[in-house]
């Protein structure tokens, strides 16, 4: 049976009270073949270390007054002589159902588990609410996003020293839709409030709604439809958990009928979204009292307004190097919450902002795998790793027919494919920004090489067009 650790009270002052279970072990060969049988290359990521899942249960402030409550989230550890490692936090986007969470190995947890295998401790937050917390999200809720991760994070502080697994005092944090507007809430609140305590070496959020009372609203409370309707009743339920009845008593007061009967016990935590996305008409808006729109709208200060506002997260002047993911054609959230935040900060004297458009064409699904692999590059280029075999990926990588490698004393790539057919193909190269930097066009032979030898030190995406494509990573 594996261990379960119970720790009965914090061992430092900020560390908060948590029991840790040991839910899975994997060695590097399994992490391996998990990545191959989820259509991942295996040579993308350089896997160093075997790595230990833990399952959290840990107490953090509630959304309202100063009570604390229960929350959850995964902490996974690399195994062995880890020299000192970076921390690394990913928040994951919008989940419904309560169970669907990190903690339950649900989402993108196996993220975490790649993260450690290549050199991180990886913090994985549920947020408050879901998995195994008693109490309803609280979502796009800034100030518990924030003390939900940077909780964690303490017990991933905690929980590897009790491991022997040694820690370098780089933190780097990142997250996805709803998981963009947390790191961002994360790391204002930990450069405001907790400076001493860490050091954010890096932050990428990625396609979240930092302007909730513009860009965003504008985007969810227009006229026209919008893909997924059910956002909006689960923000009024959840900002009701966060602020009371000061928003609205009863549903009646908020919701028109029918709605105000049929969709509350659509919001239990038992179901998807897209149960409440089917019972909503395709413009969210008609679900709102005529009354209580009018109010709304007539006033500046009204509680809803204001609690959007207090979950505005980009005003603030980032000192650590931060990179805005975003696509343009993202249907869920509006693109130019990139924007706002990109302008205001830069605007105040931010010197490390950048803004980065992944793609002119892909949705806000499709966005993520580019925007997540290329930041987990960034940082890899970012990080120290004392281990020198980290991040290091120069062996031939074999896949979909391909076979690609690097020759570093002569500074070229080389590439083969197998069962060449004649016909013609692109290569592509791509900094971890997401910037071509080489391109070699209509190549109709079965081996082919490109010059590298000007390309900076740093890691680097190739991509060809030839039958699925190829995705891999090297470092000159």
Not at 7 to 17: G, I, R, V
Not at 84 to 108: A, M, R, W
Not at 365 to 375: N, Y
Request: contains cysteine; hydrophobic residues 35%; proline residues 5%.
């Amino acid at each position: 049976m594996l261990p379960c650790y119970f720790l009965t009270k914090a061992k430092s002052q900020t560390t908060p009270q948590y029991t840790a279970e040991l839910l899975r072990h994997f060695n590097i060969s399994q992490i391996d073949s998990t990545l191959t049988a989820n259509g991942i290359p295996g040579a993308l990521f350089v896997l160093s270390y075997e790595v230990d899942v833990y399952r959290i249960i840990y107490r953090t402030p509630a959304a309202a007054g100063d009570t604390l409550t229960s929350a959850s989230g995964l902490v996974i550890l690399p195994t062995g002589d880890t020299c000192g490692v970076p921390i690394i936090s990913y928040d994951h986007g919008t989940q419904l159902k309560k169970s669907d969470c990190f903690s339950n190995l649900s989402g993108e947890w196996f993220l975490g588990v790649v993260s450690a295998a290549t050199g991180y401790a990886a913090v994985m937050p549920d947020y408050l609410g879901m998995g195994y917390s008693p109490v309803f999200h609280p979502y796009q809720h800034a100030k518990t996003e924030a003390s939900a991760t940077i909780d964690l994070i303490r017990v991933c502080k905690d929980l590897s020293a009790d491991n022997d697994v040694n820690l370098n005092g780089e933190l780097f944090l990142m997250g996805y839709s709803q998981g963009g507007h947390a790191a961002m809430a994360t790391h204002k609140t930990i450069q405001e409030d907790f400076p001493t305590e860490f050091t954010v070496t890096a932050s990428a959020p990625m396609s979240g709604a930092y302007d909730m009372s513009g860009a965003q609203f504008d985007f969810v409370a227009s006229f026209e439809p919008y893909s997924q309707p059910g956002y909006l009743p689960y923000l009024i339920k959840g900002y009701h958990e966060a602020y009371g009845d000061a928003l609205y008593t009863n549903w009646s007061d908020i919701l028109k009928s029918p709605y105000d009967v049929t969709l509350p016990p659509l919001l239990s935590g038992e179901y998807y979204m897209d149960a409440v996305n089917n019972a909503m008409p395709n413009v969210p808006r008609e679900i709102i009292d005529s009354a209580y729109s009018a109010e709304f709208f007539a006033d500046s200060l009204h509680p809803f307004r204001v609690a959007l506002k207090d979950n505005n997260v980009y005003k603030w002047v980032p000192t650590s190097p931060m990179r805005l993911n975003y696509c343009t054609s993202d249907e869920e959230v509006n693109p130019l919450n990139a924007s706002v935040a990109y302008n205001w900060m830069t605007t105040q004297g931010a010197q490390q902002v950048q803004k980065i458009n992944r793609s002119e064409t892909l949705s806000h699904f499709e966005c993520a795998q580019p925007s997540i692999v290329l930041t987990k590059f960034w940082f890899d280029s970012l990080a120290t790793f004392c281990n020198a075999s980290v991040g290091l990926s120069n062996q031939p990588y074999t896949s979909q027919g391909w076979t690609i490698g690097n020759n570093y004393q002569e500074g070229k790539l080389m590439g083969q494919v197998n069962n060449y057919t004649g016909n013609y193909f692109d290569v592509y190269i791509y900094s971890s920004t997401g910037k071509m930097v080489k391109a070699q066009q209509d190549i109709n032979t079965a081996n082919f090489t490109i010059d590298i030898s000007t390309l900076p030190a740093g890691m680097y995406v190739v991509w060809s067009n030839l039958g699925s494509g190829l995705w891999s990573k090297f470092i000159r």
